[in-house]
């Protein structure tokens, strides 16, 4: 395994509740953009989804200064919680 793939497993996922402040989840995707050229986000629920997109809207906007254009690609998993299996959504961005 080279040291690309290497340094894409060590960066966390962040996970998105309905909760989340987009302003936050979108400084953080930005943030390990910015660092890692990768960023990973995770949410389960319909509200989840909906805050982890707009927090996808707000963080392209806030790259645009650093000339970062991104992409996101949408892919189910399954997670376990609590000894039960949870399907959740995965945006995978990446820069265009």
Known sequence: MDNEQTNK????????????????VAGAIA?????????EV????????????KALALAKGYLVDD??????IPEFVDVEIDDKIRTAIRFIIEPR
Request: aromatic letters at 0%; proline letters at 0%; hydrophobic letters at 40%.
């Open 9 to 24: 497993k060590r960066i966390d996922i962040i996970k998105v509740a309905a909760t989340s402040r987009t302003s936050s």
């Open 31 to 39: 943030g390990v953009i910015r660092e890692h050229k990768h960023a």
């Open 42 to 53: 995770q949410a389960i629920g319909a509200s989840a989804v909906n805050q982890s997109v």
């Open 67 to 72: 000339g970062i254009d991104i992409v996101c």
